[in-house]
């Protein structure tokens, strides 16, 4: 069984909550959302494992049960070509979950007119496998925010 943390502190909102239907409508997979606190942070590793894709919006930590976590930071962010994102840990690398990989401003994304909310979604999860997934209130970064069998 996978625990899956949130990348940072704020609001779980749900995918439902994601201003864009790709992930509302789950069609990545299943999960969660979280809307961060405003200001400079970074954003962790949600598992132990590799990095398979990094970007500076987004990336991919796949654990040994061979569970891929997708954590995109903000919505439309890949736009801004890497501005406002600074990479903490290179493609390939191993981490472990709650180690810094990204280090940006979600009040610089929304000043910016795009959405900061954080997609934090399980790859190819089949129908049920995902159980205890907070949907709504307030998480703190590596608080718990589903487990997946």
């Known amino acids: 069984m996978t625990r899956v943390l949130s990348p940072v502190t704020g609001r779980a909102v749900g995918l ?3 201003p864009d239907q790709v992930f509302a409508q789950a069609m990545v997979g299943p999960g969660t959302a979280v809307d961060p606190e405003r200001g400079p942070g970074y954003a962790i590793a949600p598992v132990t494992g590799k990095i398979v894709k990094l970007h500076p ?16 930071l903000g919505i439309d962010t890949v736009q801004l070509k890497g ?7 290179t493609q390939g690398e191993a981490v472990t979950a709650g180690q810094p990989l990204v280090r940006w401003d979600p009040a610089v994304i929304e000043a910016g007119g795009r959405s900061p909310i954080c997609a934090v979604v399980a790859l190819d999860a089949g ?6 997934v ?16």
């Open 16 to 18: 439902a909550g994601v």
């Open 57 to 72: 919006h987004a990336y991919v930590v796949v654990d040994s049960e061979n569970h891929g976590v997708l954590v995109h």
């Open 83 to 89: 501005a406002g994102f600074e990479l903490l840990a």
């Open 127 to 132: 129908d049920g496998a995902l159980t205890d």
């Open 134 to 149: 907070v949907e709504s209130g307030e998480v703190t970064k590596g608080a718990e925010l589903f487990t997946w069998s």
